[in-house]
């Protein structure tokens, strides 16, 4: 069965402080690894697809990358309007672009 | 701009109404959309995939009878809550896409 944790459950930063938000995962044939960015009261907002081990993406103060195991999106001096949660999702095997499967979340404070 | 629309935004209904969300597809043809439900939180639990022309295919202890879903046309997805009830409470959201999925805004739905 597919699974997808993500750590920390919150994180709580000074506008600035650079860190780094973890996805792992479990998939039988990894076809795409997400991340979202989600708002209070919204629906998700895309950020990046990763597809195979070792590729990097960047936005603006994001950058998300990709190994067999785990995910990670960095975040480079971050400032207030970063806030929000950050949702992982995989799609794997046979499912490409169906069934997506998401982490529980971190929620990202930044204060200024 | 935003690739997939949903209304309405909020419902406030009492027990025993049934409530139509609509799920659209802007700039794009979707034959298949997905619907989700998200408790305060926590991430988001897919409860049926739509598929247009055909019956939607329910998760596991999603009610379908419950949960109807019509699929009329490649840019339409709705989902009717049937004699809602408290307990239906919650943050629906749908999505479509080719690969990456986009989500709507979601619908907060609450049952008196």
């Known amino acids: 069965e597919d699974q997808v944790t993500q750590s920390p459950e919150a994180l709580r930063l000074q506008e600035g402080e650079s860190s780094s938000l973890n996805c792992s995962y479990t998939?039988?044939?990894?076809?795409?690894l997400f991340w979202y960015r989600q708002d209070p009261g919204k629906g998700p907002e895309f950020l990046f697809t990763?597809?195979?081990a070792g590729e990097e993406k960047e936005k603006e103060r994001l950058k998300a990358t990709l190994t067999k195991k785990e995910s990670f999106l960095h975040i480079t001096a971050p400032k207030p309007e970063d806030s929000a949660t950050y949702l992982c999702?995989?799609?794997?095997?046979?499912?490409?672009?169906?069934?997506?499967?998401f982490g529980p979340g971190t929620r990202l404070s930044v204060l200024p | 701009g935003a690739v997939v629309s949903q209304h309405p935004s909020w419902v406030i209904c009492k027990s025993g109404t049934s409530v139509k969300i609509e799920c659209r597809s802007l700039?794009?043809?979707?034959?298949?959309m997905f619907w989700y439900r998200q408790f305060p939180k926590q991430s988001l639990m897919l409860m049926a995939t739509?598929?247009?022309?055909?019956?939607?295919?329910?998760e596991q202890g999603v009610e379908k009878d419950k949960f109807l879903i019509n699929h009329a046309s490649l840019t339409l997805s709705t989902l009717t809550v049937t004699s809602a009830h408290p307990e239906d409470s919650s943050f629906y959201i749908c999505?479509?896409?080719?690969?990456?999925?986009?989500f709507g805004d979601g619908t907060r739905l609450s049952i008196l």
């Open positions: 999505s479509a896409g080719r690969g990456t999925q986009h």
């Open positions: 998939v039988s044939g990894l076809r795409g």
């Open positions: 990763l597809y195979s």
């Open positions: 999702a995989v799609t794997g095997g046979d499912n490409y672009g169906q069934n997506f499967v």
């Open positions: 700039d794009f043809q979707a034959t298949t």
């Open positions: 739509s598929n247009e022309g055909s019956k939607a295919t329910y």
